[in-house]
């Protein structure tokens, strides 16, 4: 279910701020440890994370709403399933046939 255009505001609003507080932590552990720390790489790779977060949460209301595909049932592709079998037994019956009138 999508979320609504509230709803997705609010996400946003959240990511940001998570963003916000990674990049405060990752600059906190770059200072006490060292940029080629594995820590620092984490967090750097966290705050890069979440700006492509920020990225694909700035596209629903850019692009337009798609309707779902249709659901599939079980009957619908037992009845299909079906059909396809019955057609396979004719095609064999007029083989047996053909076979039949040749001998």
Do not use: W
């Not at 916000?20 to 720390?37: C, M």
């Not at 249709?70 to 064999?92: N, Y």
């Amino acid at each position: 279910m999508p979320l609504t255009p509230v709803e997705l505001r609010e996400l946003r609003h959240e990511v940001r701020t998570i963003g916000e507080r990674l990049h405060v932590l990752r600059d906190l552990v770059v200072d006490v440890y060292g940029a080629d720390n594995r820590a620092a790489a984490s967090f750097m790779q966290a705050v890069e994370n979440v700006k492509h977060l920020q990225h694909v949460l700035a596209k629903p209301l850019e692009d337009p709403p798609v309707a779902p595909p249709p659901e599939r049932t079980g009957i619908g592709i037992l009845a299909l399933s079906c059909l396809v079998d019955s057609i396979g037994d004719s095609d064999d019956s007029v083989v047996d046939e053909r076979d039949s009138e040749e001998a």
